[in-house]
């Protein structure tokens, strides 16, 4: 297997939106529509924020990638992305299943922040988004990924980094890498008839670098 490392490119984007699918989406009791829907707004939410973006490739495929936070995106992509997004919460808002993606997306936000405020002045370096493809994991994609960004931000005199993740994802993971969690507060989406268990755990982690 030769997996290759590169900057990502908007031949990417398809590739990304099928990996977030499969991460969060799988399981969910929505027509494909919806699914594409919440992806697309996913991918764009992150890539307004994300000025770091790297993907690791088995031939022409994405099977994996990692978005990260250095200064800011630059101001096109900011602006595209940003615009992007309010036109799919703008079509979300007259569907149910989009109003539930909608406001799942506003208490996380909420929640990140309360994680987020004792930390605000001291870490402006994000680990925004990370994902391997199932069938890939195992190979050392994901370490060499996060190495990358990590290293990258040394080069640049960084000190730490931050990211959010939650009890549905593989925390423990980020724990071998060197990452402490620093915070925990529970979440309760009040969503009825759903896939996933409407209460959570929201956590911070930070890695000094």
């Known amino acids: 297997m030769a997996i290759e490392y590169m900057p990502m490119t908007k031949k990417d984007h398809k590739d990304i939106k099928r990996l977030i699918t499969e991460a969060w989406f799988g399981e969910y009791p929505f027509k494909e529509k919806y699914i594409k829907l919440y992806a697309s707004g996913y991918l764009n939410m992150y890539l307004s924020e994300a000025d770091y973006k790297m993907v690791a490739k088995d031939g022409d495929k994405v099977v994996g990638f990692i978005f990260g936070n ?4 630059p101001f096109r992509q900011r602006f595209i992305s940003k615009f992007k997004l309010l036109v799919y919460f703008i079509y979300m808002l007259f569907s149910s299943p989009g109003r539930r993606g909608i ?8 929640v990140n922040k309360k994680l987020l405020a004792p930390y605000k002045k001291t870490h402006k370096n994000e680990l925004i988004l990370f994902i391997v493809d199932e069938k890939y994991r195992g190979y050392g994609i994901g370490s060499t990924l996060e190495k990358m960004y990590t290293n990258h931000l040394k080069e640049k005199g960084i000190k730490n980094v931050f990211l959010f993740t939650d009890t549905y994802s593989n925390y423990e993971y980020y724990e071998h890498r060197g990452y402490e969690r620093k915070g925990a507060l529970p979440v309760d989406f009040k969503i009825k008839d759903s896939t996933i268990d409407p209460v959570s755990e929201y956590y911070i982690y930070i890695k000094e670098l």
């Open 70 to 73: 250095i200064k800011n995106a």
């Open 103 to 110: 406001k799942i997306t506003l208490i996380t936000n909420k």
